[in-house]
């Protein structure tokens, strides 16, 4: 099956900090989202990016299929931006509907 | 429009209890996956459900695990006899249309289960 690598595992960031975070896949996709688990545990959905670039506020995403990598910016980070985030593709080919999500970035914003 | 709903958001079930997980989707998606959430793990895909219809249950354990989507009413995900491996997480999601028309996946809060 494919295979999803986020990078970093941890990261530590100054209240502030703007921060990149990347996301390599193995096979084409037709689809890719990037989820923000809270520390509640709560998934919340950031991007719908099978590829270009969207922004969503302090937000954004650009992924280039062609090159099997997308990248989530974080700009003026705030303690609020604390979780997990996970990047998750759909395999191209007839009737592939399973998500496969990487094992995330755990960000941390401290004050 | 509400998003995809879940209950209970939290469960504790002893050894050998029964553990019933309910999924509504989001108005108008008659698609709905489960997915599975060990700790420090991302999401596992379990099984995917149309209205009275199992999809694709490859992900799901071969015993003491079921899934349903009655004409009318929530998703169950239903664990029978349960272990304390299965404490996790459990997250709904629903779509409104097979890949193809495809515009992401809306998850729910997730039901946290602990065995005890």
């Known amino acids: 099956g494919i295979q999803v690598e986020q990078s970093p595992p941890d990261l530590i960031l100054q209240e502030g900090a703007n921060s990149t975070l990347r996301c390599n896949f193995s096979d084409s996709v037709n689809n890719l989202q990037w989820f923000h688990q809270n520390p509640w545990g709560q998934l919340i959905n950031l991007f719908y990016i099978p590829s270009g670039t969207k922004q969503n506020g302090r937000l954004s995403a650009t992924t280039v299929a062609t090159e099997r990598y997308s990248l989530l910016y974080i700009s003026s980070s705030q303690t609020t931006d604390s979780g997990v985030y996970f990047c998750a593709v759909l395999n191209s080919g007839a009737g592939s509907y399973q998500l496969t999500f990487g094992k995330g970035t755990k960000l941390s914003v401290i004050p | 429009n509400a998003g995809v709903m879940q209950n209970p958001r939290h469960l504790v079930r002893r050894r050998g209890q029964e553990a019933r997980l309910r999924c509504s989707p989001m108005?108008?998606?008659?698609?709905v996956y489960w997915y599975r959430q060990l700790p420090e793990e991302g999401l596992k895909f379990m099984v995917y459900?149309?209205?009275?219809?199992?999809?694709?249950e490859s992900g799901m354990p071969k015993e003491r695990f079921s899934a349903e989507f009655p004409k009318e009413g929530p998703s169950i995900l239903r664990i029978q006899q349960v272990v304390r491996g299965d404490s996790a997480a459990y997250f709904c999601?629903?779509?409104?249309?097979?890949?193809?028309?495809?515009?992401?996946?809306?998850f729910g809060s997730g039901t946290r289960l602990t065995v005890v």
């Open positions: 108005k108008g998606h008659s698609h």
């Open positions: 459900l149309q209205k009275e219809n199992i999809i694709d």
């Open positions: 999601a629903s779509s409104p249309l097979t890949p193809g028309g495809y515009t992401g996946y809306t």
